[in-house]
């Protein structure tokens, strides 16, 4: 009798079927498990920079780089154009008010100058022959009205008495009518010559009055002349410190050339180029400061210049207080310009990690102190030292603040001794 052999149920090839299957499955579920997972990379604790999130005193503020100026800068200009004949300081000397530094020669001006004086005198000469002739004018007139004068009364007293003759019969009627004709017509002439006098009163005070006025206009041209021609020596408008002086013996200037100027001693301000970025956020009033010989000193935005260069825009800053001694013209300065008021904040130390997050993620340190996991963050204003925390950190955190260049996705740090 045969003995029946019961057929295999998994022949050599599905077993080494089955077990390829099963391995191509193991790698599938390994890659997506390691996938899926936190990936890490193992970095040098001496490599990176570990800082504590802390509260404390924030304001937001910008560096900027100022130079000392002069609190007053005096333009010298030519008023006048002309040769320059002499030169009585050298550029860097200290001036008082009024004293002369240099002298210009133009000829034309001075030539116009004799002109305008030869037309006053003139003038002056016309007008004295002018007021000799209305004087004389006018004693001629009153020796005429004392004459008219003089025949009303004689008409007068020769009509009364005929009028008493006549009365007693003593003349006619005819020499009562002439001789009253002739007192009319003296009192009519005595009428006339006093109207006369009068109008001749007046056109003598108008004439007057006139030439006064015609003269006054030629004398105040002639002063104008004059100060012209004194303008051509230049002289010191105030106190301070003579800068930049351009000119040489010989030399021609032009009406208005630039021909250096005055620094006024009595106080230094700060002239300071800020980004365009911060234009809306700068005002007069606004406080910055700068260390000097381990000294803080205080500064206020007097005024600000609106007008963008190549990007920024400049304002004016003066001490707060004295300035400070051995402070010199043209010294520049490292100042910190505040854009907030002093507030209690959260912080942390600024790094090289914002170029790579923008801010809105960083490294925070586990409390074993072994790893290091991404963490979302939201911070505000800055200074040169530290970012506000807004979001995502609280007092003692420790983060990563140092540079995440050769991070790339990773996920999570594992800290090295």
Excluded: C
């Amino acid at each position: 009798m045969d003995i029946p052999i019961e057929k295999k149920r998994f022949s050599t090839s599905k077993i080494r079927m089955i077990a390829g299957g099963i391995l191509i499955i193991s790698l599938i579920v390994f890659a997506f498990v390691s996938t899926s997972g936190n990936s890490k990379l193992n970095v040098q604790v001496e490599r990176i920079t570990i800082s504590e999130v802390k509260k404390g005193i924030f304001q937001e503020n910008i560096p900027v780089s100022g130079v000392v100026l002069p609190v007053s800068t005096i333009y010298l200009d030519a008023v006048e154009g002309g040769r320059v004949e002499e030169i009585f300081v050298e550029d860097g000397a200290v001036m008082k008010q009024g004293e002369p530094i240099l002298r210009l020669s133009n000829t034309d001006l001075e030539l116009s100058l004799i002109n305008q004086e030869t037309s006053v005198y003139n003038l002056l000469t016309q007008m004295q022959i002018q007021q000799n002739a209305a004087r004389q004018n006018s004693i001629n007139k009153l020796n005429q009205m004392t004459d008219v004068e003089n025949a009303l009364i004689e008409a007068n007293r020769v009509y009364d008495l005929n009028k008493k003759l006549y009365a007693e019969k003593a003349i006619g009627k005819q020499e009562l009518i002439e001789a009253e004709n002739n007192y009319t017509y003296q009192k009519q002439r005595m009428k006339f010559s006093k109207e006369i006098l009068k109008q001749d009163s007046v056109s003598v005070k108008q004439g007057l009055v006139q030439a006064q006025s015609s003269y006054a206009r030629t004398q105040s041209a002639l002063d104008l002349m004059r100060k012209k021609v004194e303008d051509l020596v230049v002289k010191a408008p105030v106190d301070g410190q003579l800068t930049s002086l351009d000119a040489e013996i010989g030399q021609s200037k032009s009406k208005g050339e630039r021909l250096g100027q005055i620094d006024v001693l009595s106080g230094f301000k700060v002239r300071v180029d800020i980004d365009e970025h911060y234009i809306s956020r700068i005002y007069a009033g606004q406080s910055g400061s700068f260390t000097l010989s381990g000294e803080k000193h205080l500064l206020t935005i007097k005024k600000v210049y609106t007008q963008v260069t190549n990007g920024r825009f400049q304002v004016d800053m003066e001490f707060k207080n004295e300035a400070p001694d051995g402070i010199r013209r043209g010294q520049t300065l490292q100042i910190l310009v505040a854009l907030s008021e002093e507030k209690e904040a959260l912080m942390i130390p600024r790094g090289a990690f914002f170029q790579q997050t923008g801010g809105n993620w960083i490294f925070k340190v586990a409390e074993n102190g072994n790893t290091a996991y991404k963490n979302d963050i939201q911070l505000g204003s800055q200074n040169p030292e530290y970012y506000e925390v807004l979001n995502g950190l609280k007092p003692g955190d420790r983060v990563i603040t140092s540079g995440y260049d050769n991070y790339g996705d990773i996920q999570e740090l594992v800290l090295k001794e």
